[in-house]
């Protein structure tokens, strides 16, 4: 059964940092794309950035283009996102998501098979 649960989420003020994890269960990280997404209240999930060995590190939001991060620890199955100077327009629901079926990352919601639960980020000014 293929899982994800994301960890690491929680409340800073502007310009503090946190890091989100993405353990994985079911899958290896090999050929499989990992996103990171984010939705803020009352708008659309939106990709962040997304990680493969086909494509690398892949940037959606240009915004966080200098402060975020994604890694992968292929011993531990579990995908990071380091979010650094944040703001608070990086408040939101995070959540990684996985493509099991195409070894690329891809910006779209559709293309990812299974989502973990969601962990809250609050950026205060």
């Known amino acids: 059964e293929v899982q994800l649960v994301e960890s690491g989420g929680g409340s800073v003020q502007a310009g503090g940092s946190l890091r989100l994890s993405c353990a994985a269960s079911g899958f290896t990280f090999d050929n499989a794309a990992i996103g990171w997404f984010r939705q803020a209240p009352g708008k659309e999930r939106q990709a962040v950035l997304c990680?493969?060995?086909?494509?690398?590190?892949?940037y959606y939001v240009d915004s966080v283009k200098g402060r975020f991060t994604v890694s992968s620890d292929n011993a531990k199955n579990t995908v990071y996102l380091q979010m650094n100077t944040l703001k608070p327009e990086d408040t939101a629901s995070y959540y990684c998501?996985?493509?099991?079926?195409?070894?690329?990352?891809?910006?779209?919601?559709?293309?990812?098979?299974?989502w973990g639960q969601g962990t809250q980020v609050t950026v205060s000014s």
């Open positions: 990680i493969s060995s086909t494509d690398g590190n892949q």
């Open positions: 998501a996985v493509d099991l079926v195409n070894n690329w990352c891809s910006p779209l919601v559709s293309m990812y098979d299974h």
